[in-house]
């Protein structure tokens, strides 16, 4: 089984998860933008069961754009978004693309709040779904 690692900026909080995602998604919504400090932010989601977290993480709870509220899971001492949970998906937990070790193992099979999404963005690839 595959075995994937994401960490902070500093290592002290990581989360590995195990097999393959069920979901890679865009997300141009207000509160991942703020969240990622970017123009959308990009996560997977897998089952909870296969997360395992290594070293301690502060939380923060917040509703987006959907009005479903994730909780998200940050190292206290550098303050990097590692993994979140909720958002519509409450047995699933979803890690930042830019946090995994190896970021380019994945590709986006969605983009979501396209009505969101800033002018000069394009989300390109073979099957992606927009909406």
């Known amino acids: 089984m595959t075995t994937h690692t994401a960490s902070c900026r500093c290592g002290q909080l990581r989360a590995t998860v195990t097999g393959d995602p069920f979901r890679v998604s865009v997300c141009h919504c207000l509160n991942c933008q703020k969240r990622s400090g970017s123009a959308f932010a990009a996560q997977a989601r897998w089952p909870t069961e296969n997360l395992s977290v290594a070293g301690q993480s502060k939380t923060w709870t917040q509703t987006g754009d959907s009005g479903s509220s994730a909780t998200f899971h940050f190292c206290p001492d550098c303050g990097s978004t590692v ?49």
């Not at 946090?99 to 394009?122: C, G, T």
């Open 83 to 131: 993994y979140y949970s909720g958002g519509g998906y409450s047995d699933a937990i979803a890690v930042a693309l830019g946090a995994f070790d190896d970021p380019y193992f994945l590709a986006p099979q969605i983009s979501v709040f396209e009505n969101r999404k800033h002018d000069w963005v394009e989300i390109t690839g073979d099957g992606i779904e927009h909406d």
